[in-house]
């Protein structure tokens, strides 16, 4: 079965402690990874798109890597504003070629203390 | 201003109710869909549409129905053969296969 599992559930950092969230997947055949960012009563918000091993991506505090079984969110010396909880999704390739649907892992809540 | 709208953003229903959530995108995409979230889990796909006049089931399509009969609209009805309807709904747009951008979402309660 395709899955999405996104660790650690949860994770509280000290402002300036730089960390990383772990998404890792199963699925038959990857045609992107995205990364959100949700805050508390709001929509995701759209923050990267990963297509291949090796691709990286960066904005701010925030790179997004990936593997071919995982991706990295990295958090360099984070702030307050940075909380959040931080979301993956997989988009796979299907018989007739790509597909829209998303498969969402259950996400990683970021807590950043001043 | 483009962008995705859901209204309302807090919605109440009685036992045995039908109610209509409403999404609005002036972003001349293509594709939306209708997502729910609850605590603990990923957001689950309930229904999408790719083009005006179709639309195609999700995982979790049961207690649900939607139309798409303009390119900018696509309402989600909640029937009261939807058992546990407390959840907040996602609506997403995207073009072609890009990345989906999500409204601001509306919370639905059961009394």
């Known amino acids: 079965e395709d899955q999405v599992t996104q660790s650690p559930e949860a994770l509280r950092l000290q402002e300036g402690e730089s960390s990383s969230l772990n998404c890792s997947y199963t699925?038959?055949?990857?045609?992107?990874l995205f990364w959100y960012r949700q805050d508390p009563g709001k929509g995701p918000e759209f923050l990267f798109t990963l297509y291949s091993a090796g691709e990286e991506k960066e904005k701010e505090r925030l790179k997004a890597t990936l593997t071919k079984k995982e991706s990295f969110l990295h958090i360099t010396a984070p702030k307050p504003e940075d909380s959040a909880t931080y979301l993956c999704?997989?988009?796979?390739w299907g018989y007739g070629g790509a597909t829209n649907k998303l498969i969402f892992g259950t996400g990683t809540l970021l807590a950043v203390q001043p | 201003d483009g962008g995705i709208t859901q209204s309302p953003k807090y919605l109440f229903r009685k036992e045995g109710q039908n109610v209509t959530l409403s999404c609005e995108q002036n972003?001349?995409?293509?594709?939306m869909y209708w997502y729910r979230q609850d605590p603990g889990q990923g957001l689950r796909l309930i229904y999408y549409?790719?083009?005006?006049?179709?639309?195609q089931k999700g995982d979790i399509a049961e207690g649900y129905s939607v139309s798409r009969e303009k390119k900018e609209s696509f309402p989600l009805t909640v029937t009261s053969a939807q058992k546990n309807p407390t959840a907040f709904y996602l609506c997403a747009t995207n073009r072609g296969l890009n990345e989906q951008f999500f409204g601001p979402g509306t919370r639905l309660t059961v009394l």
């Open positions: 699925v038959s055949g990857l045609r992107g």
């Open positions: 972003l001349n995409h293509d594709a």
């Open positions: 549409s790719q083009i005006v006049n179709d639309f």
């Open positions: 999704a997989v988009q796979e």
